[in-house]
């Protein structure tokens, strides 16, 4: 079964410094891959997705992550974080032959709180 | 684009009545929608899959009987909770996406409390 693990329940970064949310998965194959935020009481916002090719992806918000097969993982990255950007972080992911059609799997989350 | 919208966006009802869920795909049409359901700071569990005209294919453990799912259009998905307890109160998301998309757009969720 697929799974979805994001080891920092909670992260800490001033403003302006930069940020690394880290995320692994356990999947047979490659995994369509997500990063989504939440802020309080609202809906998910997608930041960007991996399918397939450069495993470098550039989102929106300045973020960018890296999918590396070798480690299972798609961590997420900004160069310099802004208060704006205080909230819940979820990766997940997807099976590739779904076409859009399957659910997703999600992490638990990282709570992200900016310090001025 | 790319817009989901769910009503209402809270709810609060008595124990044993029911309660309707709406998610509408506001600019694209949705072969598949999903619900999805997150306990306070928890992560989404992915409770059912509905495609347009066919039943829902729920997960385990989610019970079909007590969260009936209807996708009567491309644009429209609604989620009725039956007999609603308080156990059941949560924030029901729902997300949609196209044939072959693979991306899930989602709705900005119904937080139900249920007394």
């Known amino acids: 079964a697929q799974s979805v693990t994001q080891p920092d329940i909670h992260i800490t970064v001033s403003e302006g410094a930069s940020l690394e949310l880290r995320c692994n998965y356990s999947?047979?194959?490659?995994?369509?891959l997500f990063w989504y935020v939440q802020s309080p009481g609202q809906g998910l916002q997608l930041l960007l997705k991996?399918?397939?090719?450069?495993?470098l992806v550039q989102g929106i918000k300045g973020f960018e992550a890296e999918f590396k097969r070798s480690q299972s993982s798609f961590n997420l990255r900004k160069p310099s974080v802004h208060w704006s950007d205080a909230a819940e972080y979820f990766c997940?992911?997807?099976?590739?032959?779904?076409?859009?059609?399957?659910?997703?799997?999600f992490g638990k989350g990282t709570h992200l709180i900016i310090q001025p | 684009g790319a817009v989901v919208s769910q009503h209402p966006s809270r709810v609060i009802c008595k124990s044993g009545t029911s309660v309707k869920i709406e998610c509408r795909s506001l600019d694209f049409q949705a072969t598949t929608m999903f619900w999805y359901r997150q306990f306070p700071k928890q992560s989404l569990m992915l409770m059912a899959t509905?495609?347009?005209?066919?039943?829902?294919?729920?997960e385990q453990g989610v019970e079909k009987d007590k969260f009936l799912i209807n996708h009567a259009s491309l644009t429209l998905s609604t989620l009725t909770v039956t007999s609603a307890h308080p156990e059941d109160s949560s924030f029901y998301i729902c997300s949609a996406s196209t044939s072959g998309g693979g991306t899930q757009y989602f709705g900005p969720g119904t937080r139900l409390l249920v007394l």
């Open positions: 991996y399918f397939s090719g450069d495993t």
């Open positions: 997940a992911v997807g099976a590739p032959s779904g076409g859009g059609a399957d659910g997703l799997t």
């Open positions: 509905s495609n347009e005209g066919s039943k829902a294919t729920y």
């Open positions: 999947y047979g194959a490659t995994p369509y």
